[in-house]
T-cell receptor
Framework: EDQVTQSPEALRLQEGESSSLNCSYTVSGLRGLFWYRQDPGKGPEFLFTLYSAGEEKEKERLKATLTKKESFLHITAPKPEDSATYLCAVQGNQFYFGTGTSLTVIP | DAGVTQSPTHLIKTRGQQVTLRCSPKSGHDTVSWYQQALGQGPQFIFQ???????QRGNFPDRFSGHQFPNYSSELNVNALLLGDSALYLCASSSGYAASPLHFGNGTRLTVT
């Protein structure tokens, strides 16, 4: 069964305290792994696509990596404006989303 | 460059009623997918439309139906509303039928009383 599991469910960081979010997955025929950011009351905002194990993508303070069974979203020196829910999704025959990690960055 | 737009933003309906939600895809996109997101959960796939046909469907009952128009815009219809249908309904567009990132609208918040 295709599924996505994200951990932790919630994460509180001090401003500047780096950390990582985990996304583990099982999917038949992975077409791509996607990271999204979702602010309260908004739709998910696309961040990254990763297609194969070993691939890495970076954008500002965020870096996404992919292995054959999991992906990590590394957040370096986060700022309060990075507070949001981060969603991971995999595409097999359809898109499967995890339940997200709620990140709070405290000034 | 307009992104994905959805209407209405909020809707309150009574159990048993029917509802229609609307979506205009991002410019240049021809594929539209609909998702249901309950509070604290990730989006759940309802169905996908490409070339005016339903191409894929998730695990949702036939009360959920849709349509795609020649201009690629789409509608989601839900009949015989249940309390459990209360959720954020998200429309996502993408380019082509194959793998490409989904771009989401801000959703329609449906409350069923």
């Amino acid at each position: 069964e295709d599924q996505v599991t994200q951990s932790p469910e919630a994460l509180r960081l001090q401003e500047g305290e780096s950390s990582s979010l985990n996304c583990s997955y099982t999917v038949s025929g992975l077409r791509g792994l996607f990271w999204y950011r979702q602010d309260p009351g908004k739709g998910p905002e696309f961040l990254f696509t990763l297609y194969s194990a070993g691939e890495e993508k970076e954008k500002e303070r965020l870096k996404a990596t992919l292995t054959k069974k999991e992906s990590f979203l590394h957040i370096t020196a986060p700022k309060p404006e990075d507070s949001a829910t981060y969603l991971c999704a995999v595409q097999g025959n359809q898109f499967y989303f995890g339940t997200g990690t709620s990140l709070t960055v405290i000034p | 460059d307009a992104g994905v737009t959805q209407s209405p933003t909020h809707l309150i309906k009574t159990r048993g009623q029917q509802v229609t939600l609307r979506c205009s895809p991002k410019s240049g996109h021809d594929t539209v997918s609909w998702y249901q997101q309950a509070l604290g959960q990730g989006p759940q796939f309802i169905f996908q439309y490409y070339e005016e046909e339903e191409r894929q469907r998730g695990n949702f009952p036939d009360r959920f139906s849709g349509h795609q128009f020649p201009n690629y815009s789409s509608e989601l219809n839900v009949n015989a509303l249940l309390l459990g249908d209360s959720a954020l309904y998200l429309c996502a567009s993408s380019s082509g039928y194959a793998a490409s990132p989904l771009h989401f609208g801000n959703g329609t918040r449906l409350t069923v009383t």
